[in-house]
């Protein structure tokens, strides 16, 4: 598993944005899949997850309602759209891939520990 993040920027409060991340392996369909994030002088936080069958997504309370992932896994890539953004979702946004989380419990899905691989991050900042 190599992820690739991208589709960061700069938008303003209100508008949306829809990250993408790319697995160049031939493992990514049997991965659950998460993104995270981190702002200046934050500790890295869970945004979202799903497993590797797309069949349950969790979320951050913070993400709920406004952002939706979703995974192609014939283009072995796992997408955050996100809407409705606020400044105070300004921060990198990382992709990560778990080969399954333990016991296959949500408490898991949310644990950065249950994520082997990690993509470089992308910037996401939202301007007032």
């Known amino acids: 598993v190599q992820l690739q993040a991208s589709g960061g920027g700069l938008v303003q409060a209100g508008e949306s944005l829809t990250l993408s991340c790319a697995d160049s392996g031939r493992s990514f369909r049997t991965y659950a899949m998460g993104w995270f994030r981190q702002s200046p002088g934050q500790d890295r936080e869970f945004v979202a997850a799903?497993?590797?069958?797309?069949?349950?997504?969790y979320y951050a309370d913070a993400a709920k309602g406004r952002f939706t992932i979703s995974r192609g896994n014939a283009k072995n890539s796992v997408y955050l759209q996100m809407n409705s953004l606020k400044p105070e979702d300004t921060a990198v946004y990382y992709c990560?891939?778990?080969?399954?989380?333990?016991?296959?419990?949500?408490?898991?899905?949310?644990?950065?520990?249950?994520?082997?691989?990690w993509g470089q991050g992308t910037q996401v900042t939202v301007s007032s």
């Open positions: 799903l497993n590797y069958k797309g069949e349950r997504a």
């Open positions: 990560a891939a778990s080969p399954g989380w333990t016991d296959g419990l949500e408490y898991y899905a949310r644990t950065q520990n249950e994520y082997d691989h």
